[in-house]
């Protein structure tokens, strides 16, 4: 059984400009979060989909964004990007969206932003 | 929200020794999950364990959720064992979404 996929697994971009990034959970997975990174803040959690609505969000602004298909795949966007956005992005999926249920994260995906 | 600590933030260990790492949580919990995050930056699943106790080979993991804790413990380490441990909680007053600790720096010498 596949694991979770994201992609892609290293990304440079420019101050200012905006990026997608995606997510394919385990087969069967209904539930995908999204959570960034830093060696400051450590991992915090960005939002999580359900049935393709957004369940839960946390508190970073609103360039973050994301959606998820009805394949349950996901992506997140982040538009007019910041230096400090640099970070691992790691994405989890779960069977359901019940606080009982286990988690499992992606290889994640590295962004610089320059 | 809910904290979680974890201790101790850094354990440098020689092959073959045991270790017990600890996370404390503030507040009731609905799932607890340890973490054993790759060089590649890949979170591995160790446990969920939200209660009792759990074995995986040289890994073992308890949690007392009444006294809001949780321990792993790692037997005769290995290199391959050096790495960030989290712990990752889901609070039972929350909707879904894990809080990590600050994570354990684990290096193991040969």
């Known amino acids: 059984k596949a694991g979770v996929t994201q992609t892609p697994r290293y990304l440079i971009k420019t101050r200012g400009q905006q990026v997608t990034l995606s997510c394919s959970p385990i087969?069967?997975?209904?539930?995908v979060s999204w959570y960034q990174q830093t060696p400051g803040q450590g991992l915090q959690f960005l939002f999580e989909?359900?049935?393709?609505?957004?369940?839960n969000k946390g508190n970073f602004p609103g360039r973050f964004s994301g959606r998820q298909f009805s394949n349950s795949r996901s992506e997140m966007n982040v538009s007019t990007l910041e230096l400090g956005d640099s970070a691992l992005y790691l994405c989890?999926?779960?069977?359901?969206?019940?606080?009982?249920?286990?988690?499992?994260f992606g290889q994640g995906t590295r962004l610089t932003v320059v | 929200g809910i904290q979680v600590e974890q201790s101790p933030p850094d354990l440098i260990l020689q092959e073959g020794a045991n270790s017990t790492l600890r996370c404390n949580f503030s507040?009731?919990?609905?799932?607890l999950q340890w973490f054993h995050q790759n060089p590649w930056g890949q979170l591995i699943n160790l446990f969920y364990?939200?209660?009792g106790t759990k074995q995986n080979g040289r890994l073992s993991a308890t949690t007392v959720a009444t006294e809001r804790y949780s321990l792993l413990y790692i037997s005769s380490s290995q290199t391959t064992d050096s790495g960030v441990y989290f712990c990752?909680?889901?609070?039972?007053?929350?909707?879904?979404?894990?809080?990590f600790g600050s994570g354990t720096q684990l290096t193991v010498l040969p």
């Open positions: 990752a909680v889901v609070s039972s007053g929350s909707a879904r979404q894990l809080t």
């Open positions: 087969s069967g997975h209904r539930s």
């Open positions: 364990i939200p209660s």
């Open positions: 989909y359900f049935s393709e609505t957004q369940r």
């Open positions: 507040d009731s919990v609905n799932n």
């Open positions: 989890a999926s779960s069977l359901a969206t019940g606080m009982n249920t286990e988690a499992f």
